[in-house]
């Protein structure tokens, strides 16, 4: 298996713009989690979908992001308009559910972004 | 809500010797599961080893360890032999267990920075 694939890798844009992140979960995982990193807060749950659906998306800061999840296989962060304090990495994570299980996080490589 | 202390923003070790790293959490759960993660300078997180709550017994992965005090609220991470590959972040991580449907959020906590000294 390929693992977790996001996309871009790295993003540069400037304030005002919108940013599009990406995200492949590994197949048959029916968990997806977007993470953010940054210095000062350190890595933080943003949303977090089951079988497609949203479960948990109280740590997303604002309106200005949004997530979806159209499909078992892909899923997309946005962020409109995009400010230079939301310059961070961006993680996407898969797992599967087992019960009573580990449910490991599989995490992407993440996404460098950066607003200017 | 649940809260994941790492007091040690950095460590510095030997090469082939002991390190341990620090970390103590907060809930009135009873069942969990914790976690440490490892993010070399590449920012690919990878799980190193874990714990569950309910067994006494720690956790052991080939050079690395874990000394789980659950009344105490700790979990330690001991690194043995240490190797320049070590050299990373450490992310002590908890996440509730159980039901279907219930919470799946990893809480982090700040992380520590070990450096391995050849």
């Known amino acids: 298996d390929a693992g977790v694939i996001q996309s871009p890798r790295h993003e540069v844009t400037e304030m005002g713009q919108e940013v599009t992140l990406r995200c492949k979960p590994i197949s048959g995982h029916d968990y997806l989690f977007w993470y953010r990193q940054t210095m000062m807060r350190g890595l933080e749950l943003l949303i977090y979908?089951?079988?497609?659906?949203?479960?948990?998306d109280s740590g997303m800061p604002e309106d200005r992001f949004s997530a979806k999840m159209p499909n078992a296989s892909f899923s997309t962060l946005k962020i409109q308009p995009s400010e230079p304090r939301d310059s961070a990495v961006y993680f996407c994570?898969?797992?599967?559910?087992?019960?009573?299980?580990?449910?490991?996080?599989?995490f992407g490589p993440g996404t460098r972004l950066t607003v200017l | 809500a649940q809260t994941v202390t790492q007091s040690q923003p950095e460590m510095s070790v030997q090469e082939a010797e002991t390190v341990t790293l620090s970390c103590t959490y907060d809930t009135s759960e009873s069942d969990y599961y914790l976690f440490w993660y490892k993010q070399p300078p590449s920012r690919q997180m990878i799980l190193v080893i874990r714990?569950?709550?309910?067994?006494?017994q720690n956790a052991t992965e080939n050079r690395f360890s874990v000394n789980f005090q659950k009344a105490a609220k700790s979990f330690s991470l001991k690194i043995s032999d240490s190797q320049l590959g070590d050299a990373a972040m450490y992310f002590c991580?908890?996440?509730?267990?159980?039901?279907?449907?219930?919470?799946?959020?990893?809480?982090f906590g700040k992380g520590t920075k070990l450096t391995v000294n050849p």
């Open positions: 991580a908890y996440r509730t267990a159980g039901r279907q449907g219930g919470s799946e959020k990893l809480v």
């Open positions: 994570a898969s797992s599967h559910w087992y019960d009573r299980g580990w449910n490991e996080q599989f």
């Open positions: 979908f089951n079988n497609n659906v949203p479960i948990d």
């Open positions: 714990q569950e709550a309910y067994k006494q």
